[in-house]
C-alpha cells in the first residue's frame, strides 16, 4: 500500500495537461492502477459496516411480484449499495484527479446527480414502504435534464463537436453533438439500470466497460479519462465482492443510474462514443429486449417474444441458474469490450 501511495501523491502536486508526453504517459496509467486498486480496497473495508448500517436502518430492497418466483428470496437484501461506489470515487477524483484538470467535474457531478436520483428512488421503494419508487416519467424527466446540461457542457466549454467512425476517421456535426448526447446519457442510465436485476450482473459488465474505455483514453493520451475509468472499476470491483451470489447488498437505482450516466459522459470525453452501443453490447441487448417485447406484445393483442423481459429474465426462466446467466453475459461483455477498443484503434 505504501508503494501504491509513493506513486499516487506526485499528482496532486503535478497538474497534468490533457496532452502529456509519452513518458508521462505510462507513468500516469500506473497511478491509475494504483488508484484503482486503492478504489477497491476502500470499498472492501468499508463495505460491511455499511451493509450492517443498512440492515439496522431497515433499507431493504422490495421484490416486485411479476419477477421470477425465486426472486421473492431477495425480499429485504439491504439495497442503496451503490454508496459503496460513488463516495470512493468521488473522493480519489477530488483528490487526486481534479488539479489542472477541471473537466473532470463534469463526470464526477454526473455521478452524483445521477447516485441523489436513484438514491431518492431507492427509498421509496423499500420493503414496507407505501410506494414502490418514482413513475417511470418523473425519473426520465429527471434524466433528460441532466443529460441536457451534460450534453450543453461537452459541446460548448469542453468543445467536443465530432464523430469518431472506424476507418472513416472524424467528422465535424456540429449542434447535432447536443441531441445525440442527450439521447446517449439518459438511454446508458437506463440499460444499466434494466441490466441490473441479477446478483453481479450489472456491476461486472459496467466493469469491464470502463476499463476498456479507460483503455481507449490511455491510446489517446487523456490520463484524466482513465484514472476515472480505473477508479470507477476498482470501486465496481470492490461493491461485487459484496454483491456476488447470493447478493449481500444490491446496488440498486443509486448505483445502476449514475454507473450508466458515468460510462456514457466518459465515452463522449473520449470522442469515441460511437463505440458505446459496441462496448456495452450486453447493456443494448437487455434494453431491446424490452422494447422488441412490448412492441410485440401490443401488435400481436398479447403475445410474448421472450418469456419475460428484460432477456436475463427471459433465460432464468428457460432453466439456466443467476450464476450461469451472470457469467456468460460477463463473457459477452468482455469480447465486446475487446471488440470495442480493437475498433478505437483503426
Known amino acids: 500500500m505504501t508503494g501504491l501511495f509513493a506513486m499516487v501523491i506526485p499528482v496532486l502536486f503535478n497538474p497534468l495537461q490533457d496532452s502529456i508526453m509519452p513518458g508521462d504517459h505510462v507513468d500516469n496509467l500506473a497511478v491509475s492502477m494504483a488508484l484503482s486498486s486503492i478504489a477497491f480496497v476502500f470499498v472492501l473495508l468499508v463495505g460491511r459496516p455499511y451493509i450492517e448500517f443498512l440492515r ?111 476507418w472513416l476517421g472524424r467528422y465535424e456535426i456540429g449542434l447535432l453533438y447536443i441531441p445525440i448526447a442527450v439521447f446517449a446519457i439518459a438511454g446508458t442510465a437506463n440499460a444499466v439500470n434494466l441490466a441490473d ?83 456495452g453490447f450486453v447493456f443494448v441487448a437487455v434494453t431491446m429486449s424490452v422494447i422488441l417485447q412490448v412492441i410485440y406484445f401490443k401488435a400481436t393483442g398479447g403475445k410474448r417474444l421472450f418469456r419475460m423481459a428484460p432477456l436475463h429474465l427471459h433465460f432464468e426462466l428457460k432453466g439456466w441458474s443467476e450464476t450461469q446467466i451472470t457469467v456468460r453475459f460477463w463473457l459477452i461483455g468482455m469480447l465486446a469490450g475487446l471488440l470495442g477498443v480493437a475498433l478505437a484503434m483503426v
Open 56 to 166: 439496522r436502518n431497515r433499507v431493504g430492497k422490495q421484490i416486485r411480484i411479476e419477477e421470477p418466483e425465486g426472486h421473492s428470496q431477495k425480499t429485504g437484501t439491504p439495497t442503496m449499495g451503490g454508496m459503496m461506489i460513488t463516495v470512493p470515487v468521488i473522493l480519489l477524483t477530488l483528490t487526486f484527479n481534479l488539479a489542472g484538470r477541471l473537466s473532470m467535474l463534469l463526470p464526477l457531478g454526473v455521478l452524483i446527480g445521477t447516485a441523489v436520483l436513484g438514491a431518492i428512488d431507492d427509498r421509496m421503494n423499500l420493503v414496507g414502504g407505501g410506494k414502490t419508487g418514482m413513475t417511470a416519467r418523473f425519473k426520465m424527466a429527471w434524466l433528460l435534464l441532466f443529460s441536457v446540461v451534460t450534453a450543453v457542457i461537452l459541446h460548448f466549454p469542453l468543445e467536443l463537436t465530432a464523430i469518431n467512425i472506424p
Open 197 to 279: 436485476g441479477l446478483d453481479s450482473l450489472a456491476g461486472g459488465t459496467a466493469a469491464v466497460a470502463f476499463t476498456a474505455f479507460g483503455i481507449i483514453a490511455f491510446l489517446q493520451g487523456q490520463v484524466h479519462v482513465v484514472t476515472f475509468c480505473f477508479v470507477m472499476t476498482g470501486a465496481i470491483l470492490g461493491f461485487l465482492w459484496f454483491n456476488a451470489h447470493p447478493a449481500q447488498v444490491f446496488m440498486g437505482d443509486t448505483g445502476s443510474l449514475s454507473l450508466g450516466a458515468a460510462l456514457a459522459t466518459a465515452a463522449f470525453m473520449t470522442g469515441q462514443w460511437l463505440l458505446l452501443p459496441v462496448v
